[in-house]
Each structure stands twice: as structure tokens, then as C-alpha cells.
């Protein structure tokens, strides 16, 4: 979610980070409601047409953020604003990979379950994410996957969001730990979802995806610096093995020219 427009500067994306990001101040985590493996989540089944492929679940650890009716209302109504319907429900159709910016995990619980105005766009709900890998590689998530999550403009309405607790994408990725629950957790959704390894992109890669759609002009050209195309472009390869291991989907990025 973190680092901000694509002309930042160093500078300025520092300044971004600690005013604007996904997990910018700090608090101690909620207690975990539960311990589990994904297969529950699996049980209700995806919302694709296609039939799923059984990827086996990573170990998941459930800390459901607070999302209660007022802000599925929320939710709908920023729907209905960038997307024009009111809808909080999601059908994933995208997995979107972020780094929060922070080393701190407790600090990303406390921004994504405060459900206060973003500190960058200053609208409501407030920001979330689905999943936040923390680096010792264990898999947090914060909201079902049926619901609507603020992590990418223009692609709220059908994107699935995976944070990654670190300072930049080269420190996630050089984290083996990290790297190996996230592609496994990707991999999952992709195999629950029918999604291919196009369908993961990384949230600087947003505006060229065929999915994005925003309908105030202002945002048309929003994205963030977090993990950028070089980046995703490995990160990709590293899901093809496990792609041809599951027999998933393994068809590229279908890219849309970018008008920004
Ligand atoms: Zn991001």
C-alpha cells in the first residue's frame, strides 16, 4: 500500500510513508481470534465461474479487523462513488502484492482496524488489506475474502490485497521466509479463485491492469511505488513452478496502455 505517486522523491517518499501509509502508526495487535488453516475459507469456494484447482492451504492466522455494518455501508458508498454501484461484497478477480513501509507488524493492525479517514485521499472506510505477511512469514488475515477492502485505488472492487510488513520490495524479497508463505498464500488464491499468474500484479502496476476503473477523475492516475513491475516481473517467475506443480493458470499480464 505504502510509498506514494509515481513522481515522488526519495524525500517526499519518506514524508509519504510515515504521514499516508498502510500501517503508519503503532499500537499492540489485537489478540488472534484463531488459529487456522485456510481450509474453512476454502469451504465456502470461490466466486469464479471457473472450478477451483486444490491448492493445499497455507497456515493462516486470523485477526479479523474490525467490519461491521457502518462500514460495509462505507464500503458500498465508496463503491457507488468509484465504481457506481454500492457494493461491499467482492468477487476477486486480482491479487494485488504491497509492502506496508514499517517493520512494524502491531502498527499495521492499528491502521487497518482503526477505520479513520486515510491521511492521502481522506475518504471512508478506512484503508485495509486482506492479508498481511509479517517477516518471519507468518500469514495474517484481516478481513474475509468476501468483502471489499480500501488497498488499491481503481481496483477495490475486485482485488484481493496482500501486504508484506518490510521497508521496500527488495527487503521482502530477499526475505526467504516472507517470500515462500507469500507465494504459497498466492498460489492458494489463485487455485480457490481460478486466477492466473497474470491476474498478480503488484500495486504499482495497478493503472495498466484491464480491471482498473476509478470514476473521479482526480484519482484516474493514482498508484503507489510499492512493488514495482521489475520487482513483480520476478516475483511472477517464482509463481510459475508452483503454477505448473498445481496446474494453475500460468497465462501472463494482459496489460492496458496506461493513459497517466
Ligand atoms: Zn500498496
Not at 141 to 155: A, D, E, N, S, Y
Not at 196 to 225: F, K, M
Request: aromatic share 8%.
Amino acid at each position: 500500500m505504502m510509498l506514494t505517486t509515481r513522481t515522488a522523491t526519495a524525500g517526499a517518499i519518506a514524508m509519504l510513508v510515515l504521514v499516508a501509509g498502510c500501517a503508519s502508526t503503532s499500537a499492540a495487535p489485537p489478540p488472534a481470534t484463531q488459529s487456522t488453516d485456510a481450509r474453512v475459507e476454502s469451504v465456502t469456494g470461490p466466486a469464479s465461474d471457473s472450478a477451483p484447482v486444490v491448492v493445499p492451504p497455507p497456515r493462516i492466522v486470523k485477526r479479523y479487523v474490525q467490519y461491521g455494518k457502518q462500514r460495509k455501508r462505507q464500503m458500498a458508498e465508496y463503491s457507488y462513488r468509484h465504481y457506481g454501484k454500492r457494493e461491499w461484497r467482492l468477487t476477486p478477480k486480482v491479487i494485488v502484492e504491497h509492502y506496508t513501509a514499517t517493520n512494524s507488524l502491531s502498527s499495521v493492525f492499528s491502521t487497518f482496524s482503526s477505520n479513520a479517514r486515510d491521511p492521502e485521499l481522506h475518504e471512508l472506510p478506512g484503508t485495509c488489506t486482506h492479508f498481511v505477511i509479517d517477516r518471519n512469514g507468518t500469514i495474517y488475515q484481516l478481513v474475509p475474502l468476501t468483502v471489499r477492502c480500501r488497498h488499491t485505488v481503481g481496483l477495490n472492487h475486485s482485488a484481493i490485497g496482500i501486504e508484506h510488513v518490510g521497508m521496500s520490495d527488495s527487503a521482502v524479497m530477499s526475505n526467504r521466509r516472507q517470500v515462500k508463505a507469500s507465494l504459497h498464500l498466492t498460489a492458494w488464491l489463485m487455485g480457490t479463485y481460478s486466477l492466473a499468474i497474470g491476474d498478480v500484479i503488484g500495486h504499482n502496476e495497478n493503472l495498466r491492469s484491464p480491471l482498473h476503473y476509478e470514476r473521479n477523475r482526480a484519482w484516474r492516475c493514482q498508484t503507489h511505488g510499492d512493488f514495482r513491475p521489475a520487482t513483480m516481473n520476478r516475483y511472477r517467475k517464482l509463481v510459475k513452478p508452483l503454477a505448473k506443480k498445481w496446474s494453475l493458470k500460468a497465462t501472463p499480464p494482459k496489460w492496458r496502455r496506461s493513459r497517466c
